[in-house]
């Protein structure tokens, strides 16, 4: 029943064979890409001498690139900014500084921001999806908030399982199958206010890449994507100031030099504390509700010489929300329940140029998640805490050397986890036990070497290997189990004690990744990507979203990796001048040990959590299309995607064991059909409007089979998992944005945006369920919601 | 596929719009349409023991066989009992008893007494070839209650109140309780006839000459007569928090204010296997809604019995044995009257007979909502 993983030999003899290609002797050109305030633009498009292979800036502006003796044309592009060429003569080893000139006009930035023309067809790397802050202020969002998630949902390949999500499915991956990285530090719940917003800050963030299909070595540790969202950098020259404030939150963001030059810091906020209002809306229904959130981001930047640079990143999140509505837990007396979760992220990064094509990068990472569930005490001053924690260390360094046409990339990382699976503080309360279940440690190492470089004027190979090693450490008892029975305290037969720092279990294996690129022409191209993914971390709930409480375990005895192959093709074509852009791409994916939940399934305070779960695996398949208008007042894309996530629950003979039977079933987030559109008309150089559209296939539910009698009570019976769907999800969004100051030279500048998210009210439902012979449906966001928002800019 | 009716639309304005998720929901009734044809046995077997022999009575000593049938052309689901088989209820896995069908579908336990704490029972039955059989189960414990209490809450839709037990859990010990209640409330209209029904049968035209109205006229009671309303949701816990503690003030459920006068309501507590708690909470999970945005997709309710031919059959219920102890508490809803608070009613009984009408009494017909038994504890 089980996928069967081969780490296939052919991957390694290839990587190696590639990485002995030589190439004749070159120059080499050092360039570095700055806007005119002197500010380094990371991510910018290089190229020389229209070559097909499209070299990018790293994140200090820089690139390094080879050239052989003579006059040559550098094109540098990047968006929203005009594009450069400068053109040089190469006779030794040669360094040149560009300057990129920004468009003035906001509005019109976003004509221009997806262009990165050709750069589609050129790069050796498929299902990579790119989305900048501008793309996302253009589309319409619920309560005009800035979405990095609801952004992405927008492009193929990408689904949830309704509005109230947290967090995105990829390709038929679950949730937690996503690397989500804020300038490199993970983010383990990617949401504010259970699903509504994301946590991402909506004027810190630069730029966001989602790998779904060709995924870079030096990213590891889940099965599915990697989302790579950028803070900007800080500025050296000049302040710059943005603001806003919207219905839900009022934010700011402070971008200037410290010392010019060489030390800058941006600082950006936002919260939301509107909830005083709530009960002038409605006393009823809200006397007990509030709802707040925030974050906190701020980036430092020093420069001390040429050759050294240091970025230090914090950000913090913080979620609260109290509602009467969701119950209590166990004994505790309460009416109330409050959400409380916190994130608290530093990143120390180092960069040093030992010479002119070879550099270093390390990074220091610190992550601490905390999310708190806490009931008040009904008539006495105490309030019930459970309580976790997600703690994550990061060390991790990689060298970026280039030669004779090779990019290549060697490094390491080393990741640390203490995991507190959760704690039960009664505080003064007397009539509840205190209960803390064991923290959990373990150690995740990864060696990963990549290559980028052309094979011949035709093909282009991105390959990379990646090799990882997992440690689980004691303190822990471990329990040993009856074979083949179902894991529950009946089968048990030893329990193994590990001592502190002692290894209990260890797991590890070589991940190979391999791009490759064939141009068919100068307008199109065939691309052909494989990836291999180990994730020792995984969140254990079976709610149909996970929640900010839901627990995060990483591998032990029983529960194995998740081990995940990807093989995706694609072609790529450009039209009219790379006015238009069309993609079409198809995948197939096979994961093993994904997890799965007895019924009745008690995970709360669980300390032999593998006793209510099941190991399974995955399938998913789909073909995604997408046209793209990238230039001119009218822009947007249309994306249809045919998408399967099929699971395979078949532990043992037991009923309890298997789920269907063991047969193949719909996982929650499998929606077959979508459908997307996204339509941007500059009207002028003071209007802008926008128009989103998505269709959807509903999401599977559980139906039931018929009604029985228990205990003079009737019940629904259900018989097989997610064997209906709740009706398709279609649904129409419109933002306009009004600039109102533009002169020249004025350096205050507003707009005005105002948004109807879901226009025509269509009342998608949430999901379906059953009270004895009736059924129910859950509708959130059933009405249009019209939002304003004043933006503010001081550059 | 369900069948949809528009949903309900509220009128939310500006800032309302922003926040609570939950002010979103938009719940609409659908009608359930079954869409499977075939059939499941289900077993509905939950035999009682308890300290006091008073606390008992014959509906404890059942076990109930049918079959759920489901017609996919009707779109409905209905149970025929399973009649006439040999049901065996297996004590410490040496001595079988054979029960006797009382009615079809229904066998009993004569001899109560075999009914034990620490002691094993399996059950053991045929459907025509079939044979079923369940895990073996152990009598528990029985804990008691400390303290059986009520809080009038004028604000709980709808007023009533709120009833409280207190216990304390025995430490050590892994203990799962389960709560059910009764409400008996005495009743002095039995019926009513309705203007233009006319039913039921005693409503004659020619007892009710002047019975041409729109209203309706309610029927007394021949005798005493007491109406008994159960608890519908199901109230379990474990004491994985309050090992050896005391456990207070826990709601297990609330007594509808209907009448000015007095009611009785008996709480019985249920010390339950650990399997079988794990299948109340799946009973409790669907009851109380599994599409919400923190629930947990529904469950397949296949309980511990199972074909010994077949284990693949899905077998739907629940053999457990469970020691029980009963409360019981008076409520003179005298709280809920000094808050000049009016009553429900259940049966309108304000509607006078018409003049010149000849009304007969109306019977108090015995079933499972309805006795004519004075309830022990009743006071008048």
Known sequence: ?795 | MPHFTPCYKKPYILFGLFICCLNFQCISDIELKDNFEGSFVVVDAVLKQSPDDNDLDSTDFKVKLGNTLVNAKGGFSYQVPIKNEKVELIINQNTTIILDQTSPGTYYLKDKTLLKKGNLYQLRFTVGEKKYESTVETMPDSVPMSKVYVDFNPKSPPQAHQVFVDVNDVPQVKNYYSWSYRVFEKQEYCSQCYAQLRAPAVCREDLFPVFDSKVSVSLVCGGNCWDIVRNKTVNVISDQFFDGKLLLKKDIGYVPYNFYTGCLVEVQQMSTTGGYYQYLQLLKNISSGSGGLVDTPPAVLVGNVKNTQNSDEKVIGYFTVVNTTKRRIWIDRKDAAAQSMSPLSFVNPSIAPPPGANIPLYPCVQSDTRTNKMPVGWRN
């Not at chain 1, 906001?106 to 498929?126: G, H």
């Not at chain 1, 969701?326 to 109330?336: D, E, F, R, V």
């Not at chain 1, 019930?384 to 046409?405: A, C, H, M, P, T």
């Open chain 1, 1 to 795: 029943m089980k996928n069967t993983i081969k780490i296939n030999c052919f991957f390694i003899v290839l990587f190696l064979a590639l990485f002995s290609q030589t190439h004749a002797q070159s120059f080499i050109i050092k360039g570095s890409v700055k806007n005119k305030e002197g500010k380094n633009i990371a991510g910018a498009s290089v190229r020389v001498d229209s070559d097909n292979y499209v070299y990018e800036t790293d994140s200090l502006g820089n690139f390094i690139v080879s050239a052989s003796k003579g006059y040559h044309s550098i094109e540098i592009k990047f968006l929203s900014f005009l594009t450069e060429r400068p053109f040089i003569k190469v006779v030794s080893d040669t360094t040149i500084i560009v300057t990129m000139t920004e468009v003035v006009n906001q509005l019109e930035q976003a004509i221009i921001t997806a262009d990165r023309t050709t750069e589609n067809i050129r790069k050796p790397v498929l299902g990579v999806l790119q989305i900048n802050n501008k793309v996302l202020k253009r589309i319409p969002v619920a309560f005009g908030e800035t979405d990095l998630l609801r952004g992405l949902q927008m492009l193929p390949g990408v689904s949830t399982v309704g509005e109230a999500s947290n967090g995105i499915n990829v390709r038929g991956g679950s949730t937690d199958q996503n690397l989500l990285l804020l300038d490199d530090t993970p983010i383990f719940n990617p949401t504010h206010m259970f699903g509504l917003f994301s946590v991402f800050p909506p004027d810190a963030v630069n730029r966001a890449e989602l790998y779904k299909g060709n995924v870079p070595s030096r990213f590891g540790g889940r099965a599915s994507a990697v989302l790579d969202v950028a803070i900007e950098n800080p500025a050296l020259d000049s302040l710059r100031f943005e603001g806003g404030i919207s219905l839900i939150s009022t934010r700011a963001t402070v971008n200037t030099p410290i010392i010019k030059g060489k030390m800058g810091i941006l600082a950006s906020a936002r919260g939301s504390f509107m909830d005083f209002l709530l009960p002038i809306v409605s006393k009823k229904n809200f006397e007990d509700t509030q709802a707040k959130f925030g974050e906190t981001c701020v980036k430092l930047s020093y420069i001390p010489n040429a050759k050294n640079t240091f970025f230090l990143t914090s950000y913090y999140s913080k979620d609260f929300f109290q509602t009467g509505l969701l119950g209590t837990i166990g004994n505790i007396n309460s009416k109330i329940t409050q959400n409380d979760y916190s994130t608290l992220n530093f990143a120390l990064k180092h960069f040093h140029t030992f010479k002119e094509n070879l550099s270093m990068s390390t990074s220091a990472i610190y992550v601490d998640y905390k999310p708190k569930l806490i009931l008040p005490e009904v008539g006495v001053d105490n309030k019930v805490v459970f309580q976790s924690s997600v703690g994550f260390r990061q060390l991790k360094s990689n060298i970026d050397y280039y030669k004779k046409g090779h990019q290549m990339k060697l490094g390491f990382t080393a990741s640390y986890y203490s995991i507190s699976p959760g704690e039960l503080v009664p505080n003064k309360s007397p009539t509840i036990n205190p209960l803390t279940l064991p923290l959990e440690k373990s150690l995740e190492t990864g060696l990963f070497v990549e290559d980028n470089f052309d094979i011949s004027s035709r093909i282009s190979v991105s390959a990379g290997l990646r090799y990882s090693y997992f440690m689980n450490f004691g303190p822990s008892d471990v329990r040993l189990y009856k074979p083949d029975l179902p894991l529950s305290d009946l089968t048990v037969t030893s329990i193994k004690t590990y001592n502190s720092g002692e290894i209990a279990k260890t797991y590890g294996g070589f991940e190979p990744r391999l791009g490759l690129r064939y141009t068919l022409n100068k307008s199109s191209s065939l691309k052909l990507a494989y990836n291999m993914m180990r994730q020792y971390i995984q969140i254990i709930t079976n709610t149909t979203t996970p929640l900010p409480t839901s627990r995060w375990k990483t591998s032990d005895e029983h529960i194995k990796p998740v081990v995940s192959q990807a093989l995706s093709i694609g072609w790529f074509k450009n039209f009219s001048e790379n006015r238009y852009e069309t993609t079409l791409e198809a995948y197939y994916r096979a994961t093993d040990n994904i997890l799965d939940y007895k019924q009745g399934a008690n995970l709360l305070l669980q300390p032999y959590v593998e006793t209510e779960l099941l190991e399974g695996i995955n399938k998913s398949y789909g073909v995604e299309f997408m046209v793209a208008k990238k230039k001119g007042e009218k822009t947007g894309w249309l994306s249809y995607t045919y998408s399967r996530s099929l699971n395979q629950v078949n532990d043992g003979p037991e009923f309890s064991q298997r789920i269907n039977d063991g047969k193949w079933f719909p996982a929650n987030y499998d929606r077959p059909h979508t459908l997307n559109a996204f339509y941007n008309y500059n009207f002028n150089k003071f209007h802008n409007f926008s128009f989103t559209f998505t269709y959807s296939t509903g999401r599977p539910f559980t139906s039931p089979k018929g009604v029985f009698a228990y205990q003079g009570t009737s019940y629904p019976f259900f018989d097989e998992r997610n064997n209906s769907r709740i009706p398709a999800y279609n649904r129409l969004d419109f933002s306009w944005n009004i600039l109102t100051t533009i002169k020249e030279g004025k350096r205050w500048k507003n707009y005005w945006s105002v948004s109807v998210y879901n226009i025509y009210g269509k009342g998608n439902p949430y999901s379906i369920f059953y009270k004895e012979r009736k059924s129910y449906t859950l509708k959130i966001f059933a009405v249009p919601i019209f939002s304003l928002a004043y933006n503010l800019r001081f550059e």
